[in-house]
């Protein structure tokens, strides 16, 4: 538990073996890209795929693409990477004591003193103004959306210290592109995008717990609350209550936006998109361990190609 040196390059512990990052990127750079998780891009997928969910599910409901749905899913790639960087960084920021004293934290860039706290700041407003650039793009609707997503953004990192449910929060957050994209095709944030929303909510409950059972023993000594230490040995029970809801929530979702504007063909294929997501979370219960860290972690990085599922299929109806 003690102890803050980095690893001798300065690679943080989680990060994906071999990243661009610690292999390609100058090296004045990699604390800052570091900082932003970019040696990490699980967290981009996983805060940019709700985004493409909602745009794809608002074009299926008017039934209207238009060229500007093309910049939408662009600008969101892009600002996906600022925002979960910007994100990210608040992160490290708030929770730079707790770090240093978690195995799996205490090389991140600010506990093992590769960024002082003054020069994180800077990044993280950098990001944010790149981002606001590409917001400002968008339509009124979104813009707006965009500006209120930062409520959940700074709430997040307090949440461990208030409520055992912080992956809520963080669902909050990363889902938020769903009403944003949604807005920005539509103008408004209708009652699909919301059922979508919750849908979002779920699954970040279902692949951040898997996720937070890599710090539970370290978050328990120091007092930090999660989903995980919640539900200990029961975990795998409430895994599968969020799939349930996940799967039926999307379920309804496509239901509601399609009825009046798809095929019947169109709304099969999409509806696909749930149940095989739903199938591939399944798979993940069936190799579950919550004593095997590395298991725990590829189960978590899997979770963009369950994500990616009902997009294909939601760009399969378009087509319809």
């Keep these: 538990m003690q102890g803050n040196a980095p690893t001798p390059d300065g690679q943080v512990a989680d990060a994906v073996s071999g990243n661009w990052v610690d292999t390609h990127a100058p090296a004045f750079s990699r604390p800052y890209l570091r900082l932003s998780r970019a040696d990490r891009p699980i967290g981009t997928w996983l805060l940019l795929i709700p985004c493409w969910w909602g745009l794809t599910l608002a074009i ?43 195995e799996r ?53 307090y949440a461990k210290r208030f409520t055992w449910w912080p992956q809520v929060f963080l669902g909050l957050a990363f889902n938020w592109g769903i009403l944003l994209t949604w807005a920005a095709h539509t103008g408004t944030v209708g009652l699909p995008a919301i059922i979508l929303y919750l849908a979002g909510i779920s699954w970040t409950l279902f692949y951040d717990t898997i996720y937070a059972h890599q710090d539970a023993e370290d978050d328990e000594l120091i007092g930090i609350k999660s989903t995980a230490r919640l539900f200990g040995t029961d975990t795998a029970r409430w895994l599968k209550y969020f799939l349930v809801a996940t799967v039926a929530l999307m379920g309804m979702a496509i239901i509601d936006a399609t009825t009046a504007q798809a095929s019947i063909m169109a709304l099969v294929v999409a509806l696909a998109g749930p149940w095989a997501m739903g199938w591939h979370m399944a798979w993940q219960l069936r190799g579950l361990d919550l004593e095997d860290n590395a298991k725990l972690l590829q189960l978590f990085r899997v979770n963009r190609d369950t994500g990616l599922i009902p997009l294909i299929f939601l760009c399969a109806a378009l087509w319809l």
């Design 105 to 157: 934290t205490r090389s991140r860039p600010i506990p093992s003193g590769q960024v002082s706290v003054r020069q994180a700041v800077i990044w993280m407003g950098l990001q944010c103004l790149l981002a606001l650039v590409i917001l400002l793009t968008f339509n009124r609707a979104a813009i707006a959306m965009g500006v209120l997503s930062l409520l959940p953004v700074v709430v997040y990192p």
């Design 60 to 102: 299926l409901s008017d039934g209207t693409p238009r060229w500007e749905d093309l910049w939408i899913a662009i600008g969101c790639g892009i600002g996906a990477f600022l925002m979960r960087g910007a994100g990210c960084t608040w992160n490290d920021i708030t929770d730079r004591k707790f770090d240093g004293q978690v």
